[in-house]
C-alpha cells in the first residue's frame, strides 16, 4: 500500500500555531537534559581526575597495610635514604635521581575570612615535599607566585573548593592558620586536573616541625626506563623491618576509581530517574496535543493521510522539540556547567561536559522525543474519522 507522508513543513508549523504549548515543552526537555549534563559531567569530571592523577612511570612506596588511605600512613625517614641507595632503577639526571619524600595527610586549616575576625576552620590536604618535587610531579605547574620558603605555603587551583572557602580568601600574601602556625600563601599551581590540585603543600621540613612528626607518608619516585618495578615492590617485602609495600601510581587511583564505583551507579541511577521524569513530562504534553487536536487529526484522515503519516507528524513535532532541547541544555551546559569545581572525599575536581557528556545528553533528548511521542501517536490511530469530525 503506498504511503503519503504529511509534508515535513506541517509539523514545524504546527509548533508555531501553538507558541505556549511549543515553549514550555522545549524548556522542560532543556531543563531535563540540563539535569542529566550535570549528573554525568559529574562522573565524567571524578574520571577524569582519577585518570590523570596516576602516571605509569611513578611508583610510590607507603605504610604496609594503608589501602587506599594515604593520609594515615606513616614510613621512618630513612626509607628515603634506603630506597633510594638499594633500588637501582630510579631514573635521575646529573646525579640527583628523582624521588620525592613527602608528608600528607588531612588536617584543620583555618582561612581568614574578610566579613569575619574569626578564620573559618575547615579540613583541608596539606602536602610537605621538597624541590625535588618537581622532578617526580612533572604535570605540577607554578601559575602564580613562587613556591614556598620557611612558613610559606602554595596553594592548588581548587583548594578554595575544597576548604569551601572563596577563591580570594587563598589570594597570594594571605595568611591561613595551619597546626597553631600562620603560613602566608607565596603562590598557586595546577597539575592538568589531577588531584593534586585540591591540595595545599608547603616545606617538608617546615610541616614536620608544625606537626612534631620525624616520619613520612609516602616516597614517590619515578622509573628509570630501564628500571623494573619488580625490584622495588622485591626490596619492599623483603625489608621486613621498615613495614613498606610499594605500587605503582596509576593502580593506586585505579583501586580509587573502583571504591568510588557505588557513587558512579548512584549518579548513572539519578540519570535514569530524571530521563524517566522528562519522559512522563512529554507524554502528558503530547497526550494534551493529541486531544486538543482530535478534529484536526479525523480531517487529514478524510482528504487521504493514512494513521501512520499522522503518527509519523507527531514523531517528528516532539523529536524537533528534543533536538532543538538537546542542543539548547548542551550550550547551557558548556558555558555555564562546563568546569564548575566541586568538593568531594578525595578534595576537589572540575564538572566536566566533554564530547561523550554530550553525546549522552543528546541520545537522552532523542530517546524521550522518539518514547514520549509513541504512546499519543498510537492513540491516534484509533481515533475514528467520524468521531473525531464530531469533536468541536
Request: proline share 3%.
Amino acid at each position: 500500500m503506498f504511503f503519503k507522508p504529511l509534508p515535513w513543513e506541517y509539523g514545524i508549523r504546527n509548533l508555531f500555531r501553538r507558541p505556549a504549548r511549543s515553549l514550555l515543552t522545549l524548556s522542560g526537555l532543556t531543563v531535563v537534559i540540563a539535569l542529566v549534563l550535570v549528573i554525568v559531567g559529574f562522573v565524567r569530571g571524578l574520571e577524569k581526575t582519577l585518570e590523570v592523577s596516576g602516571n605509569d612511570n611513578t611508583a610510590i612506596v607507603f605504610a604496609l597495610g594503608m589501602g587506599e588511605n594515604l593520609e594515615y600512613s606513616s614510613i621512618p625517614m630513612r626509607s628515603n635514604e634506603l630506597v633510594a641507595a638499594s633500588y637501582s632503577g630510579i631514573k635521575q639526571r646529573e646525579g640527583t635521581k628523582y624521588i620525592s619524600p613527602e608528608l600528607y595527610l588531612g588536617t584543620q586549616v583555618g582561612v581568614p575570612s574578610n566579613n569575619s575576625d574569626e578564620p573559618k576552620e575547615t579540613m583541608g590536604l596539606v602536602r610537605g615535599v621538597t624541590r625535588t618535587v618537581q622532578l617526580v610531579r612533572s604535570n605540577v605547574e607554578l601559575e602564580n607566585g613562587r613556591w614556598p620558603r620557611t612558613n610559606e605555603v602554595m596553594v592548588g587551583k581548587l583548594a578554595a573548593t575544597k576548604l569551601g572557602v572563596k577563591a580570594s580568601d587563598l589570594e597570594i600574601g594571605k595568611s591561613i592558620q595551619l597546626e597553631g602556625r600562620s603560613w602566608k600563601i607565596s603562590g598557586d599551581f595546577s597539575s592538568a586536573g589531577s588531584a593534586f590540585e585540591s591540595e595545599i603543600w608547603c616545606r617538608l621540613d617546615d610541616l614536620q616541625q608544625a606537626m612534631k612528626r620525624q616520619d613520612l607518608s609516602i616516597l614517590a619516585l619515578t622509573i628509570a626506563p630501564d628500571g623494573d618495578f619488580a625490584d622495588l615492590d622485591l626490596f619492599c617485602k623483603q625489608r621486613l623491618d621498615l613495614e613498606l609495600q610499594a605500587m605503582k601510581e596509576n593502580r593506586y587511583y585505579q583501586l580509587l576509581q573502583r571504591d568510588y564505583a557505588p557513587f558512579r551507579w548512584l549518579a548513572w541511577l539519578v540519570v535514569a530517574l530524571v530521563a524517566g521524569a522528562g519522559l512522563f513530562a512529554g507524554l502528558n504534553t503530547m497526550y494534551s496535543a493529541v486531544v486538543g487536536r482530535v478534529a484536526e487529526i479525523a480531517m487529514l484522515r478524510t482528504i487521504g493521510f493514512g494513521r501512520r503519516a499522522i503518527a509519523l507528524s507527531l514523531v517528528q513535532e516532539a523529536l524537533t522539540l528534543a533536538i532543538s532541547a538537546s542542543l539548547l541544555a548542551s550550550l547551557v551546559a558548556i558555558m555555564l556547567i562546563n568546569g564548575i569545581a566541586v568538593r568531594f572525599t578525595m578534595g576537589a575536581f572540575a564538572l566536566e561536559i566533554d564530547s561523550v557528556s554530550i553525546l549522552i545528553g543528546c541520545a537522552v533528548g532523542f530517546l524521550l522525543g522518539i518514547v514520549g511521542s509513541l504512546p499519543p501517536a498510537i492513540k491516534a490511530f484509533r481515533i475514528q474519522i467520524v468521531d473525531g469530525l464530531r469533536t468541536t
